[in-house]
């Protein structure tokens, strides 16, 4: 089965989880993330707490999981959202979309989603709900829907109140 490692760029799951932990702690109470393929997996198992038994059995072919977001797609695309409790004894809601797309087309999707989230919460200062997305080097710099989707986060419509963006220079593109 094909999977895209987070070789030399294993910092992220430490880094993933200090922003879930610190943001519980000043208030956030959900993080909509998009990524790309490469380590969405390990994303999956150490930052979401999906159950190894669960990646497991997709990868098999067995039993799918209630939770899954998702069907029929290659399973680095699926998506998985997760009530996670944190090191300060808070929880907190961490969803990560489906992305059967290719690479950043998710990017405008998950802001869409956080906005409309903070809409229904009538969260106007726009720190309950926060939009997390991580990008490789070459996909940030190359796909022309990064510059769109931050150029859509100055109309009044779509702010989101700020997006922590993470990139990872894997040099694959380059």
Known sequence: TKRFSLEG???????????????AQIGVEEI????????????????LNKPYEVLLSEFEGTIVHQDSQGDGDVKYHLGYANDRPTNHGK??????????SHLELIDPVVE???????????????????????HGDAAFTGQGI????????????????GTIHVIINNQIGF
Request: glycine share 8%.
């Open 9 to 23: 760029s294993e910092a992220l799951i430490p880094l993933l989880n200090m922003i879930v932990d610190d943001g």
């Open 32 to 47: 909509c993330m998009g990524t790309p393929h490469r380590g969405r997996l390990n994303i999956l198992a150490h930052v």
């Open 91 to 100: 929880t907190i809601h961490i969803g990560l979309s489906p992305n059967p």
């Open 112 to 134: 869409g989603i956080v906005r409309a989230k903070q809409v229904y919460r009538n969260d106007s200062e726009r720190t309950r709900t926060i939009p997390l997305l991580i």
């Open 146 to 161: 990064v510059l769109e989707t931050l150029n859509l986060s100055e109309l009044p419509g779509w702010r989101t109140g």
